[in-house]
């Protein structure tokens, strides 16, 4: 049973920096994070392949970055720069490539405010 934990969402001034971990429980090929912001469609942000390659939504080039490590399977989120547009719940999300089999995590909050 694949399971995905966040964690270290929270409130953080405009221009600080928060990194989110998703522990994962299981195999996964794929990963990413989604953020919804209120009274919007969750959105891609980031995601990682098990080979290491990046893609991230044009909204956060240069300021986030994902990353995993594979020895305490758990992929990061280091989101720098931030801004009040980054104020969204954050999603873990992983894929079993093989099987199309799809993860999400409970979310974590991201508030980004003075």
């Known amino acids: 049973q694949v399971q995905l934990v966040e964690s270290g969402g929270g409130l953080v001034q405009p221009g600080g920096s928060l990194r989110l971990s998703c522990a994962v429980s299981g195999s996964i090929n794929f990963m990413g994070w989604y953020r919804q912001a209120p009274g919007k469609q969750r959105e891609l942000v980031a995601t990682?392949?098990?080979?290491?390659?990046?893609n991230y939504a044009d909204s956060v080039k240069g300021r986030f970055t994902i990353s995993t490590d594979n020895t305490k399977n758990t992929v990061y989120l280091q989101m720098n720069s931030l801004a009040s547009e980054d104020t969204a719940v954050y999603y873990c999300?992983?894929?079993?490539?093989?099987?199309?089999?799809?993860?999400w995590g409970q979310g974590t909050q991201v508030t980004v405010s003075s």
């Open positions: 999300y992983g894929k079993v490539m093989l099987s199309r089999a799809e993860y």
């Open positions: 990682i392949t098990s080979r290491g390659s990046t």
